[in-house]
């Protein structure tokens, strides 16, 4: 690829990354009064996450055991209202664990 084909694909990139965060700003004049629709996005952020962050979770390592297992532990973690340090530590700690189970006693 040269210099010319990537400075075009670059700005048409940018471009396009811009006029999807620019135009709902140029379009809202005034605030939002409809309840449902400041619900559906105040959840918009959260719902995005998950959906990146749930798959990876379960695909992290090569045994969806192991995976499954941490993702439990650290969901019971943080619903316990534990730090985010604590919950990394101990699901990796799990996966660990479940790995070391079934490579050496499985």
């Not at 010319?4 to 700005?11: N, R």
């Not at 409809?34 to 990146?52: E, H």
């Amino acid at each position: 690829m040269n210099n010319t084909s990537f400075f075009i694909y670059l700005a048409v990139m940018a471009g396009s990354t811009y006029l999807i965060r620019a135009i709902p700003f140029a379009a809202m004049r005034k605030k939002i009064e409809n309840k449902f629709i400041r619900s559906f996005l105040y959840y918009i952020p959260y719902t995005v996450l998950s959906a990146m962050t749930f798959p990876a979770a379960l695909y992290a390592t090569g045994n969806i055991y192991a995976a499954a297992a941490g993702l439990l532990v650290a969901i019971l973690f943080a619903i316990k209202g534990k730090g985010l340090t604590t919950v990394a530590i101990v699901s990796c700690v799990t996966v660990l664990l479940v790995e070391v189970l079934r490579i050496y006693i499985i």
